[in-house]
């Protein structure tokens, strides 16, 4: 990961160290593969992918999709995946 990826997400990977909750990172390739319900012509402009919150939780947690990308002013999108039992 660049210097500048790792920046940008520091906060992220220091709650997930305190938590105890690994944080994954996925290349925007592996991320094009996955069939979301909400692709986005705004993130395949600028990611190369349709999709980065669905494809990434459904991809780390090899499971369902059970809450929908959720947009949170100015540039945060969450989206949760149920892994399988």
Do not use: C, H, W
Request: glycine share 6%.
């Amino acid at each position: 990961m660049s210097i500048k990826k790792k920046q940008d997400v520091q906060g992220l990977v220091e709650l997930g160290e305190e938590m105890n909750i690994p944080v994954q990172y996925f290349e925007k390739e592996e991320l094009a593969t996955i069939e979301i319900p909400n692709p986005s012509e705004t993130v395949q402009t600028f990611e190369g992918t349709p999709s980065v919150s669905e494809a990434a939780a459904i991809k780390s947690s090899g499971g369902k999709l059970v809450v929908e990308k959720q947009k949170f002013p100015p540039n945060l999108t969450i989206s949760i995946a149920r892994i399988p039992n």
